[in-house]
């Protein structure tokens, strides 16, 4: 069965240090994997995707994320943190049914905050 | 455009009392979806419309009912609201294809008493 674990429940970063938000993923077949971000009070939205090509995922904001195939791994990375990336980020995974529609499956959140 | 549409943005129940959550997309996505956010949890799938005229249960149907009106429109409706419902309600739409990307609205802060 499809699953996504992000075994972090807070991440906590000093402004322009190097951030990591970590996801595991299981699946079977080809993943397609995605991240998403909620700001207080906001609705998600769509941060960045691998479906499949280079390894280094780069998306909105800065953000990139690394597709690790031999760990099941897709961790979202940002160089230099903001105050203002403080928020919660989701982790997920495809599942195709019949007919071309998809659904997602989200893992837990992780929160994170960013120190000045 | 506006995207993906949600109302009431809050709402108070007691247990036993019905409604109805309303959600309309203006992309002309085929897919819909509702979501329940609780703290912890993360987002977990009640009910989707793959196209028009289909619904299917997600992980959580229990309790829900839903409507895929037209293409733009999906309902959801609690017809004997419980204490357990109270959550954060989150519609989403996506185009059928390559792309997968949901689009979501802003939620509905629901509270049971």
């Known amino acids: 069965a499809q699953s996504v674990a992000q075994p972090e429940d807070q991440v906590n970063v000093a402004e322009g240090n190097p951030l990591t938000v970590k996801c595991t993923y299981s699946?079977?077949?080809?993943?397609?994997l995605f991240w998403y971000v909620q700001y207080p009070n906001r609705g998600l939205q769509f941060l960045l995707k691998y479906i499949t090509g280079d390894n280094l995922v780069k998306g909105s904001y800065g953000f990139e994320a690394e597709f690790n195939k031999s760990q099941t791994s897709f961790h979202l990375k940002k160089p230099s943190a903001l105050v203002s990336d403080s928020a919660l980020y989701f982790c997920?995974?495809?599942?195709?049914?019949?007919?071309?529609?998809?659904?997602?499956?989200f893992g837990a959140g992780t929160r994170l905050a960013v120190h000045p | 455009n506006a995207g993906v549409t949600q109302t009431p943005k809050f709402q108070v129940l007691k247990t036993g009392q019905s409604m109805t959550l309303q959600c309309a997309q203006d992309?002309?996505?085929?897919?819909m979806y509702w979501y329940r956010q609780d703290p912890g949890m993360g987002l977990r799938l009640i009910y989707y419309?793959?196209?028009?005229?289909?619904?299917d249960k997600g992980e959580v149907p229990n309790g829900y009912n839903v409507s895929r009106l037209n293409k733009r429109e999906f309902s959801l409706r609690l017809e004997s609201a419980a204490p357990s419902q109270t959550s954060v309600y989150f519609c989403?739409?996506?185009?059928?294809?390559?792309?997968?990307?949901?689009?979501f609205g802003p939620g509905t802060r629901l509270t049971v008493t």
């Open positions: 989403a739409s996506s185009e059928r294809g390559n792309s997968y990307e949901q689009y």
């Open positions: 419309s793959a196209s028009e005229g289909t619904t």
């Open positions: 997920a995974v495809r599942f195709l049914f019949s007919g071309g529609y998809n659904k997602l499956i």
């Open positions: 699946v079977s077949g080809n993943p397609y």
């Open positions: 992309m002309n996505h085929n897919s």
